[in-house]
């Protein structure tokens, strides 16, 4: 009575009737008791807010900065999961702008090294370029949300490259001018950020301010400065 299935396919109304009904029990054996879903081998279906929360801090607080790599080259199931994350990522009005240099071979490493004294020698890198023409811009000042976007897109994929272990270090240290000319960028892209990356080096560390922290009072106020 609460809807009405206009296919008259008998197979679909079955299979989806069959889902919804799958779905409230589910629902409801959560809410009455959930360690029958652990039970069942089922309670990773859910993530309590809690838990991913503490995921998500435990990964923020290990990462840093990786400037020696041990030369490994990273197979391209994990570029291709780091660059998911990237794909992922919102942007203003979903517009996507960021586009995206892979960087692996011999001679694109050799380019980079024409482009920045920061590429510590990475077997990998990602050039992350917004599209001008394509970015959400402010209608009252024209103010482009390409950096912004570039550089979300940037943090997701630092931060997806450290779950899978791979280490990276964001390089805004870069020459754009070298950085167009030797990748051959078209006038409508602008370079934001070098990502470079590969496997830490047996030893790495984290630079010994990495772990400085201003006082969370110091950064934050409420309704206003």
């Not at 999961?81 to 960087?103: D, E, F, H, M, W």
């Not at 931060?159 to 020459?175: K, P, R």
């Not at 370079?191 to 030893?203: D, K």
Request: with cysteine; hydrophobic share 40%; charged share 20%.
């Amino acid at each position: 009575k609460l809807f009405k299935l206009k296919d008259n396919n008998t197979d679909v109304r079955t299979e989806v009737l069959a889902g919804i009904t799958t779905f409230m029990t589910m629902a409801y054996i959560l809410a009455v008791n959930p360690s029958i879903l652990a039970a069942a081998g089922m309670d990773q279906i859910i993530m309590e807010g809690p838990a991913m929360y503490e995921e998500f801090m435990r990964l923020a607080s290990e990462r840093y900065s990786v400037r020696k790599f041990d030369g490994r080259a990273l197979e391209a199931e994990i570029i291709e999961k780091i660059l998911r994350a990237g794909q992922l990522s919102p942007t203003a009005c979903n517009r996507q702008p960021q586009r995206i240099a892979v960087i692996t071979s011999p001679e694109g490493l050799e380019k980079l090294r024409r482009c920045t004294e920061c590429h510590f020698n990475a077997p990998a890198a990602l050039l992350v370029c917004h599209d001008k023409e394509e970015c959400w811009k402010r209608s009252y000042d024209g103010a482009s949300s390409g950096d912004i976007d570039a550089a979300i897109v940037t943090t997701h994929m630092m931060l997806a490259a450290w779950a899978l272990g791979v280490g990276t270090t964001w390089v805004m240290h870069f020459i754009p001018e070298a950085v167009r000319e030797e990748f051959s960028l078209p006038e409508n892209l602008e370079p934001t950020a070098l990502l470079v990356m590969g496997y830490p080096a047996p030893g790495t560390a984290p630079y010994p301010g990495h772990l400085e922290r201003k006082p969370i009072e110091q950064m934050i106020s409420y309704n206003g400065f």
